[in-house]
């Protein structure tokens, strides 16, 4: 049996050594045997430009991790085969093509079973990175931490695709199981008195940033989990969805919303979901001092690897150190 992959220990080689991969994971393209596989998605055409830096940005900044989860007490990387799969291509200028590009990188990934992981790029890409799992496993539940609903119908007259619009589009196009997916962390000023029910006539359940102060964290992650069921999920994170206090490198900033230590929370709740792929997106390294953002959307990455470890895991094989 082929070696399994690992992570790049800081124990013995220098943080920050090396072709920058996530967490300094072999990078290939053979998927023999992989459960898992980090893609980048350079891609800034659909948004806020910057955007696009973010798959080297994040990688780099994955460098600081260690490979062991302290909370679920857990390495990801004993239960599951990892890698580094590179970027998919992206056509700057050609929001269309790119999707054509990006589904067709991630087809293989969803055929062979492997799980992807992807790093945006902004939230447009999204659309593309739903096509390729429902491709595979029919309409897939969507959790979606964002500060925006992102279900506009058209940007500047006759634009249908942005980062605006692509959950408009994947409710029209029955890449989503609406009905089972979920937008949590809305706020912010809005376009319209019917932006949030916009989404809800489209069959989205939604959770503002008001309702998870109302309800508590705790029955936000009982509601995901109702709405979700066993069905396949798809979780797409875009940082934004953080005050701006956690995370300042992202276009479209909205004040009041989760703290890192409360997304954290959520996300850990979510272990045993039928995950079939994840997604990073809108982290913009240019408008982020200190790469604090690049760091956020690194360690969300991990986490999202380590619910998927749990499952291979089991219950036996976990527990909060």
Do not use: K, W
């Not at 948004?47 to 679920?72: E, F, K, N, Q, Y």
């Not at 709405?227 to 276009?251: I, K, N, Q």
């Amino acid at each position: 049996m082929a070696q399994t992959p690992e992570p790049a220990s800081a124990l013995t080689v220098a943080r920050g050594a090396g072709i920058a991969t996530f967490l300094g994971l072999p990078h290939t393209r053979n998927l023999a045997g992989i459960d898992a596989a980090i893609v980048g998605v350079p891609s800034d055409t659909g948004g806020t430009p910057g955007s696009r830096t973010a798959p080297r940005a994040i990688r780099d900044a994955s460098s600081i991790l260690r490979p062991v989860h302290a909370h679920h007490n857990i390495n990801p990387f004993s239960h599951l085969r990892v890698v580094d799969y590179g970027d998919a291509p992206v056509v700057p200028g050609s929001l269309l093509r790119t999707y054509e590009l990006v589904e067709a990188a991630l087809a293989p990934l969803h055929d062979g079973g492997t799980i992807p992981l992807c790093l945006g790029g902004d939230h447009s890409l999204t659309l593309a990175h739903l096509r390729a799992a429902a491709r595979r496993h029919g309409p897939v539940a969507m959790l979606q931490f964002d500060s925006h609903t992102d279900v506009y119908d058209v940007y500047y007259g006759t634009e249908r695709y942005n980062a605006g619009t692509p959950f408009r589009r994947a409710a029209e196009e029955r890449v989503v199981d609406s009905a089972h997916s979920m937008m949590v962390g809305l706020r912010g000023t809005v376009y319209t008195t019917h932006d949030y029910q916009d989404a809800r006539d489209l069959g989205y359940q939604v959770r503002t940033m008001d309702d998870v102060v109302a309800r508590g964290l705790d029955q936000i992650v009982i509601d995901i989990r109702s709405c979700v069921g066993d069905r396949p999920l798809f979780v797409t994170f875009d940082v934004d969805c953080l005050d701006p206090a956690y995370a300042p490198g992202t276009g479209t900033l909205e004040i009041g919303g989760f703290t890192t230590r409360e997304v954290l929370t959520i996300i850990r709740g979510l272990a045993g979901l039928n995950f079939v792929g994840f997604d990073v997106v809108e982290v913009n390294p240019q408008l982020d001092p200190g790469r604090t953002t690049a760091v956020v959307g690194a360690t969300m990455t991990f986490e999202f690897l380590t619910l998927l470890a749990l499952a291979r895991a089991g219950d036996a094989a976990r527990g909060p150190n």
